[in-house]
């Protein structure tokens, strides 16, 4: 017997839900809804007693000021005169996390426990008056506002339907799979049928692991020890695990392939064996060598690096795309819940500290043919929640974020999430960035329980998207279960109870038991003491379900009471589910039947490396060229326009609803000004509150540069990370990159690929680039991560499907500490009277820029840097800096020099006045050029004048001008050959930056 | 003798580290003590108590996820595990501070208003009228005539407010007797000095009469949307650096750990339990 209580606002208050659902509809859809009142409903399946019931609605559920509540319809009391009501819910199986505490505090409350099948199911009920709006109409607002089936169900009730004493009934989610757990045996006499079986169970094997994986089973050596274990041919449970672990997500197969490079107008080429070791690792571990200050890279869940005298930090990104691309909203939020878990597995655990985001979408406004599975706004939307509600509730500050229209994103969007975390070097008077398993130690899962979902995540994601991409990988993020878990993990790092920890992310415990084995060696599990969401599960989903909020920890026997306890303290699941061992095998059974038996090893070696054709044609030959533009008349209108342009326009709405400031670590925020919604260059944190460093934060994508040559973009992403994070003070001795690549398949295919030989070069370049700039700059790579099948295929006008490739893109996440934080400084100026310099060369190059982007244009002209320069320039602005010469400090990217004089009389409120002709340019560089131009390495910075020789004494070997004077009274001027060229009010500037988001909330 | 200050951990609050840090600059001895620890859990005992401490501060975060409403499940588990304690606490003359999460459990226990001293939930905190969790800057103004122990001193400062959930509402009786009591402790301020009188963003969630924190009748339990942990050094203002170059200019400097304006009311809290002890 369950029961539906139904809680709304008191009639007589605003409801601030309603009201957005009023707003949306008419937004989006162009319906008129009168009023809106929004149910929440909760459905008990518990056994309940009446009198249990009516103590948990009014001690509970009910706030007696604002609510009113009832196991009867409320819809007549709140809205006598609905005409519509719409119910929505999740669908069995979906992570319903209102359900779950309901559930914790009814147990607390009614101080008894409930039985393994009883739940609470949260939905919502929309009570809706819109006499002209039909139901069709209604349908649509559930399916495009309020609902996403892949993960809700809905039910759309008009008026007249309504059944006044059931209203919307009850519905019980409950998952019901009335299935015996089996383990198959999957005989593979041929690669012939391997490769079925790998079309029938969406292993996605590559062809040519499928020889490699049949030769181990057929190995004599390997027939003989299974048979002692009692395995014959392998199990479902065991090419599963292969699936995974074989998978490009988890094993990064094309950037440890082999290139076959060929420029083909000169003719020239190149084989490079492993892009990731010869560009990669290779350029770290040389800088790593030469740095003490990097602690651990390239092995573990993040990297690590010195933060100062007594801790590290360690920082990951990655992104979360094919789950966001279907579901924004979960896939988002469990992206950033996600990330979290890689710096809190990285080493012996470390507490998180900042949060990152960055989306990349078609343009929100968007009306052409093509049918992505979500609007680019509803898409960008449900992303923006989801972050919002991952980051906000996990207690950690969200510091810094960036947002990318492109209509290529069409295809798939890009979710990018980075995570920093910190931890003191020693804990319990051991290394805390080093970790092992043991044979002997537990195996203790802990945080979330398994279920269904999330299985085959790891494969969809090395997968294009198509109809058929199953939609059972999509989850919803648990950011409470997981601060909880959190919390857990560093009291029981802290008295020593951890001697490693690693997270259950892609491939769930076959990944993190698989990989935490090779230490022992060897490991033995019994999947059956896995706690389940719900019976039925197979042996191999739980082996490969990516249910979210697990780590997995090796305990020492002695200490796993401790551990226990303090699992209870903190309301987490901890339970030991088996043992590493030192045999090197890998075992894992299903109560007594053995169900994988394979060496620890067997993933590690034999396998072929993947290989790449990769054709280059340079931009010239690709038929790019510079547009021939006359100047303008008018410069200040044209600056205005690109304000305007949604990559470079305000977008402070969307950092305003992540808390940026949690944890009382925040030196400088997302958005700095009198207004606070100038984009910064960099976030700053103090991580350590009783610490003296600073850790300063940047992002950079840089799209379009690549539009002409990947070389250029990856270049100038790297420079220009670096340049960000020195102008808010960081350490240009002290900084590490993190490199995030999102690139279209590769691999050509004549039909389906045709230009995929031209994407691969464009990686090659890319990553020839990464190294390049890495070591001229001396960035080791403290993390990165690749996602590499940027691809949709949608439907367009009379059904006619295309392929939409992304774009190659790649996100630079630099960092640095600020060893003294009287170095902090922000980009707008300060005072009037202040002199105005600008560092750097600034060069006729345009080309993929936001101006030419405004007009149409590619342009040939990318952005060439000159590491050595910028170098120069970057150390000068930190000696500045260091001795309180500089005022201010804004980076020159992209909308040149005009953007960024822009964002500093935005800011400042302060004017300026600028003779053009004093720009350091080659000759003849025009003034809209000068303007611009996106010319990699300067920087704009403002001195008081008493400062000026001191500062000018610093920049020996720098390009640098003198170029004015900071104003009072919020007036951009620029002149050039005598003549005013430009000349806006920080107001017309404002406008036309806030125009397009400005209002949004 | 020292002052002990409580800071809750746990089940989602997140501002414990940064509030304990703040009273201990205040002078506190501050403990970060887990939720679990107070009220036991079903296999384990309680191993704390509040007695010992003369301040205890619901801090911010999301406890239980905020699910069911926010502070809603904080204030139901410690109504059934800690209720004694609680009046026991107050009744010896114990300081209590909530502040956002805090806040909002604050007045889903009854501990504020506490009119006549009863418990009971005769205010709240809704879902803000922007429908949407914002993080900004606000002006506060203090109340000059209310008897609120932990604003003493201040007549404006800046803080951080960051919640979805922050409308303060109430009957108009009862809104009524808040007032004229002098129960409303901080008022969201127009930036000039001025009340914000409802304006978004400067009362950024359509708090009734720019409510932004209130008291009891005793000035001892103090509830507040904004985070004055949030302001306890003077770099995490958002114009820190252009204060400090001001100061510059002027031949000083601002040093980024100094004082926060924010520090005070942890101040204030110190020096009233001193004063008690």
């Not at chain 1, 326009?641 to 949604?646: E, G, K």
């Not at chain 1, 790649?810 to 003294?820: E, G, H, K, L, Q």
Request: neutral net charge; aromatic residues 8%.
């Amino acid at each position: 017997m369950a029961e539906r209580l139904e809680i709304g606002l008191r009639p007589e208050l605003y409801d601030p839900a309603g009201r957005g659902l009023v707003a949306k509809a008419r937004a989006y859809l162009g319906y008129g809804l009168e009023r809106v009142r929004v149910l929440r409903v909760l459905t008990f399946d518990a056994g309940l007693s009446a009198e249990e019931l009516e103590r948990v609605r009014v001690e509970i559920f009910t706030n007696p000021v604002t609510e009113v509540s009832s196991f009867a319809p409320l819809a007549e009391t709140v809205l006598p005169d609905f005409d519509l009501a719409l119910w929505v819910g999740f669908r069995p199986g979906v992570r319903d996390n209102e359900g779950a505490t309901a559930l914790e505090a009814m147990s607390d409350v009614l101080g008894r426990s409930f039985g393994a099948g009883a739940a609470v199911y949260c939905s919502r009920l929309y009570l809706i008056k819109a006499p002209r709006l039909n139901t069709e109409q209604a349908r649509e607002l559930c399916a495009e506002l309020l609902a996403n089936p892949i993960v809700q169900s809905w039910r759309v009730i008009p008026r007249a339907e309504w059944d006044p004493a059931q209203g919307v009934g009850i519905v019980l989610p409950r998952v019901e799979l009335k299935h015996v757990p089996t383990v198959l045996t999957l005989p593979v006499p041929g690669d012939l049928e391997l490769n079925r079986l790998s079309a029938e169970r969406n292993l996605f094997l590559n062809p040519a692991d499928v020889p490699v994986i049949r030769a181990y089973f057929n190995d004599p050596a390997v027939r003989a020890s299974r048979a002692a274990a009692g395995l014959a041919e392998p199990t479902d449970v065991e090419l599963e695990y292969v699936s995974q672990a074989r998978s490009d997500h988890c094993n990064h197969n094309t950037f440890n392939g082999r290139f076959f490079y060929k420029d083909m107008l000169s003719g020239e080429s190149a084989e490079v064996d492993n892009l990731f070791k010869r560009c990669i690792k290779g350029p770290t571990e040389q800088l790593a060598a030469e740095r003490g200050w990097v602690v651990s890279v390239l092995w573990d869940n993040a990297g690590v690096a010195r933060l100062d005298e007594a801790h590290n930090y360690a920082i990951t990104a990655e992104t979360h795309n094919s789950p966001s691309n279907m579901e924004a909203y979960g896939g988002a939020i469990t992206g950033i819940v996600g990330v979290y878990r890689d710096p809190m597995g990285t080493g012996l655990g470390s507490r998180l500290v900042a949060g990152l985001w960055g989306f990349c979408v078609g343009p929100r406004d968007y009306d052409g043919d093509l049918k992505p599975a979500l609007h680019p706004r509803r898409l960008l939307d449900g992303i923006i929640e989801g972050v919002r509600d991952g980051g906000n509730k996990s207690g950690i500050p969200t510091a810094l974020g960036l947002l990318n229209f492109d209509q290529r994103y069409l295809g798939k969007c890009l979710v990018f999430v980075g995570a920093v975390g910190v931890m003191p070097h020693t804990v319990a008077g051991a290394p805390s960035h080093l970790k092992k398993t043991s044979p002997g130690e537990l195996i203790f899962m802990c945080g979330g329980r398994v279920g269904a979902d999330g299985i085959h995540g790891v494969t969809a994601s090395s997968a294009g998207y198509s109809e058929n991409t199953p939609a059972g990988h999509v989850q919803i993020g648990d950011p409470y279960t997981q601060k909880k878990m959190h919390d857990f993990l560093l009291e029981a790092r802290d008295r020593g109870l951890i001697p490693y920890i690693t997270d259950n992310g892609g491939g769930g415990l076959s990944s993190s038991i698989g990989e935490s084995c090779r230490y022992s060696p060897g490991a033995e599990v019994d999947l059956k003491k896995v706690p389940l969401k719900y019976d039925g599960l197979d042996p191999w989903q739980i082996w490969v379900s990516e249910s979210q909020e697990r780590m997995t920890v090796a305990v020492r026997p002695v200490d796993a009471e401790a551990f226990l306890r303090l699992a209870d303290k903190h309301a987490v699941e901890a339970t030991a589910i088996g043992r590493y061992t030192g045999d090197g095998k890998l075992k894992l059974t299903h109560g007594e039947k053995v169900c994988a038996y394979v060496d620890v090893e067997f993933l590690e070696k034999g396998f072929p490396q993947w290989e790449f054709e990769a054709h280059w044609l340079p931009p010239a030959a690709r038929g790019l060229a510079e547009p021939v533009l006359a100047e303008a008349a008018d410069l200040s209108g044209l600056l205005a326009d690109l304000l305007d342009t949604p990559n470079l326009c305000s977008r402070a709405w969307i950092n305003r609803q992540y808390d940026h400031e949690v944890q009382g670590t925040s030196l400088i925020k997302p958005f700095v000004g009198r207004h606070r919604d100038v984009p910064s260059e960099a976030a700053v944190m103090l991580p350590v509150l009783t610490g003296r460093a600073g850790l300063a934060m940047a992002q950079v994508l840089l799209t379009e540069y690549g539009d002409i040559d990947t070389y250029h973009m990856v270049a100038a992403s790297v420079e220009e990370g670096f340049r960000r994070v020195v102008a808010v003070g960081g350490d240009p001795a002290q900084v590490g990159g993190v490199d995030n690549f999102c690139w279209p398949s590769i691999q050509y295919d004549p039909q389906g690929n045709p230009d995929g030989r031209y994407k691969a070069a464009q990686l090659v370049r890319a990553c020839w680039a990464l190294r390049d700039a890495c070591l001229a700059l001396g960035v080791p790579l403290l993390s990165g991560k690749d996602s590499m099948y940027v691809d949709g295929k949608l439907k367009g006008r009379h059904g006619l499907a295309q392929r939409v490739s992304g774009p190659p893109t790649m996100m630079f996440t630099a960092t640095a500490p600020v060893p003294d934080l009287k170095r902090l400084q922000t980009l707008e100026p300060k005072l009037a009277g202040d002199l105005l310099y600008v560092l750097g060369q600034t060069r006729d190059e345009l080309g993929g820029g936001s101006l030419y982007n405004l007009l149409g244009f590619t342009g040939a002209n990318a952005p060439a840097t000159e590491f050595e320069q910028s170098l120069k320039t970057c150390r000068a602005l930190s000696a500045a800096l260091d001795a309180g010469l500089a005022a201010s400090a804004c980076v020159v990217s992209r909308g040149g020099l005009g953007y960024a004089l822009a964002r500093m009389v935005m800011a400042s409120g302060l004017g300026m006045e600028l003779d053009l002709d004093r720009l350091p340019a080659p000759p003849g560089l025009t003034p809209l050029k000068k303007l611009f131009s996106e010319s990699t390495g300067r920087l704009v910075v403002t001195v008081a004048p008493q400062c000026a020789a001191k500062f000018e004494s610093l920049l020996e070997g720098v390009s640098w001008a003198r170029m004015g004077r900071v104003k009072a009274g919020g007036r951009l001027l620029a002149t050039a050959g005598g003549a005013s060229v430009l000349d806006l009010k920080s107001g017309q500037m404002r406008k036309a930056f806030t125009r397009r988001f400005g209002g949004m909330i | 003798m020292s002052v002990r200050a409580l800071v809750l951990a746990g089940y989602g609050l997140n501002c414990d580290y940064e509030t304990a840090h703040a009273l201990t600059l205040a002078g506190a001895e501050a403990r970060r003590v887990h939720i679990s620890d107070l009220t036991g859990t079903a296999q384990a005992s309680p191993t704390e108590t509040l007695d010992g401490y003369q301040i205890l501060v619901f801090d911010g975060g999301f406890s239980w996820g905020d699910d069911h409403g926010a502070g809603v499940l904080l204030a139901t588990r410690l109504r059934n595990h800690l209720g004694e304690q609680l009046r026991a606490f107050l009744a010896r003359g114990g300081l209590v501070m909530g502040i956002c999460n805090g806040f909002q459990a604050l007045v889903n226990l009854g501990l504020l208003p506490m009119l006549d001293g009863r418990w009971e939930r005769s205010v709240a905190l809704m879902a803000n009228e922007c429908g949407n969790f914002q993080d900004r800057w606000v002006e506060l103004l203090t109340e000059p005539a209310s008897p609120c122990l932990f604003t003493r001193g201040l007549t404006r400062l800046d803080l951080p407010i960051r919640h979805g959930e922050g409308r303060f509402v109430a009957e108009a009786t009862t809104l009524s007797v808040i007032e004229s009591r002098g129960m409303v402790a901080v008022r969201y301020g127009d930036g000039k000095g001025k009340p914000a009188r409802g304006r978004f963003p400067m009362n950024p969630n359509g708090s009734a009469g720019d409510i932004a924190g209130i008291c009891d009748p005793t000035g001892r339990v103090f509830g507040l949307m904004p985070h004055p942990e949030g302001f306890y050094r003077l770099s995490q203002h958002p114009d820190y650096t252009l204060s400090r170059e001001k100061a510059r200019r002027r031949g000083g400097d601002l040093a980024p750990l100094a004082a926060g304006d924010g520090l005070t009311m942890f101040v204030n809290a110190v020096q009233a339990a001193k004063d008690a002890l």
